[in-house]
């Protein structure tokens, strides 16, 4: 896995395939191995990079306070260092914020967003999301981020075929620094982009599960308020790229090719007997 030290802090990647650049942006308590089950059928196509974000995985180090303003920076920083003008952004929870942060930072460079259960804003102006942060924080202060990863990895995938995906949650979330998991929290918590929308000129699909944290009607509304297309995949809880592969990808390799996305009964949740027993060889944390 490559690196480079950027405003002197170490920035970690994976990347397969050529053509045209897509960043694949991780959710929180995670890392670029996020992306493993969309890596190979990306590159197949693009050129597919996939970081870690400042204070998560193998850029742990880098010391709060964060802000998805710096994210934004940290990865175009990245971008430039790689030669590449132009890019597609894509992004899961935590990540599909920051890749709307760069489209707004940079409108020119961005050649199509996609955001997989992810909102433009949020700042707590809601009970969900008051639950999301101030619980999980306290939480996290209490009982320490391994036991709390294994609630999370419970409400994430549920179902006994969904155990390994479980086990990963537990291994990866619980051995986050806690200081920077929430340092990352609080630069969430801290970001809207409502007042900043005006300027959003990039294509924008958002890939939204069925029983995701945050509501389909506030989905629907952003959706419309940004021009972006909105698609539903049902029976996902928040981790679609993991419980809801096929759809995941199928969707991303038509918005980015520009082609017509899957029809609405095509975007499922993964069956138990398509379901991964482990992520592919190669793109694993090592």
């Known amino acids: 896995m490559p690196w480079r030290e950027l405003a002197g802090q170490p920035v970690h ?5 050529s053509g045209q650049a897509v960043l694949l942006i991780h959710g929180l308590g995670s890392s670029g191995a996020d992306w493993a089950f969309q890596m190979a059928p990306l590159g197949e196509r693009f050129r597919a990079i996939a970081p ?5 995985g193998r850029s742990s180090s880098a010391r709060g306070p964060f802000s998805l303003a710096q994210f934004g920076h940290d990865l175009w920083a990245l971008l430039d260092a790689l030669g590449i003008q132009q890019a597609h952004l894509v992004g899961f929870s935590l990540g599909g914020a920051v890749a709307l942060e760069m489209a707004l930072q940079q409108p020119l460079r961005a050649l199509r967003l996609v955001t997989i259960n992810s909102l433009p804003s949020y700042r707590i ?7 999301e942060v101030k619980v999980q924080s306290g939480m996290v202060r209490v009982l320490g981020l391994p036991r709390v990863a294994r609630m999370v990895a419970a409400r994430l995938f549920p179902q006994s075929h969904q155990a390994p995906m479980r086990e990963r949650v537990i291994a990866v979330l619980g051995a986050n620094p806690p200081r920077a998991y929430l340092d990352t929290v609080r630069a969430l918590a801290g970001w809207c982009a409502r007042e900043r929308l005006d300027r959003l000129r990039t294509p924008m699909l958002m890939i939204a599960a069925e029983h995701d944290y945050t509501g389909l009607d506030e989905k629907r509304e952003w959706a419309q308020r940004m021009g972006a297309q909105l698609v539903v995949v049902r029976g996902s809880r928040h981790g679609t790229p993991f419980d809801s592969i096929d759809a995941t990808n199928a969707c991303l390799l038509a918005f980015l090719s520009g082609q017509a996305l899957p029809a609405e009964e ?4 993964d069956p138990p007997e398509r379901f991964p027993q ?3 060889a190669g793109v694993v944390d090592d």
């Open 52 to 56: 870690d974000l400042r204070g998560s």
């Open 125 to 131: 102006d809601h009970w969900r999301k008051w639950m």
């Open 13 to 17: 990647w994976r990347e397969c395939g």
């Open 278 to 280: 482990a992520p592919p």
């Open 266 to 269: 095509q975007l499922l949740v």
